[in-house]
């Protein structure tokens, strides 16, 4: 891994001043104060001219972030990456969909647009997503709008931080008001209606305990 991106936070949060400063005072992190060790390698300090401007003053060097320097910079790692995934035969077309997906097999309708945009993806997995965004833009990398599935309109719902209010007051009705449907008469039933009861005990009669008369 290049060491730079391990130092290019640093310098992206002290370039917001926007003045020169000893890197030891750049490259500084109460929660990671192990981080001024990546000063002490050579290769660092001298790549550190490709993300910064560089002026001595007295025998001391001071440096300050530039984003020029550091989309020039990026711009040709995602150029390498690009060779180096034509080289592999890897597919990076609309069938990949992760990073983490690689397939070998070679397409030939890939663009060179395929490739940047594929490239870009793998270097913003270790810079800042706003420099990542300014990645983009320097490629001249086009955007891409997914298509949305549109919703019928019955299964949409209305987001409203306002609570859900009845229509009606449904407590004036009565459970009586509510009419159950009528069952449907089997045909023996249709024929009992239409039997005259007259004088006629009813079942249940035939099965209720009979009244004692008292004697006098």
Do not use: W
Request: charged content about 35%; overall charge positive.
């Amino acid at each position: 891994m290049d060491p730079l991106f391990l130092v290019l936070p640093y310098f992206l949060k002290a370039g917001k001043e926007g003045k020169f400063q000893p890197v030891d005072q750049v490259v500084v992190d109460e929660d990671f104060p192990c981080c001024s060790r990546l000063l002490k390698c050579p290769q660092t300090l001298q790549a550190l001219r490709h993300i910064t401007e560089e002026k001595e003053i007295g025998g001391q060097k001071f440096n300050r972030y530039s984003k020029e320097k550091t989309l020039e910079l990026l711009k040709k790692k995602v150029d390498r990456t690009v060779k180096a995934l034509k080289s592999s035969n890897t597919c990076v077309g609309g069938a990949v969909k992760s990073s983490t997906f690689i397939r070998t097999k070679h397409n030939s309708e890939e663009k060179e647009e395929d490739y940047i945009r594929y490239a870009h993806g793998l270097i913003s997995e270790y810079i800042a997503e706003d420099l990542s965004l300014d990645l983009h833009k320097y490629l001249k990398l086009p955007e891409i709008s997914s298509p949305t599935e549109a919703e019928p309109p019955s299964k949409k719902r209305k987001l409203s931080d306002k609570p859900v209010e009845a229509g009606e007051d449904y407590t004036k009705f009565n459970s009586g008001d509510l009419k159950k449907p009528a069952k449907k008469m089997t045909a023996a039933q249709k024929a009992l209606a239409k039997v005259d009861k007259t004088g006629m005990k009813s079942l249940s009669a035939f099965f209720s305990p009979k009244v004692k008369t008292e004697k006098k």
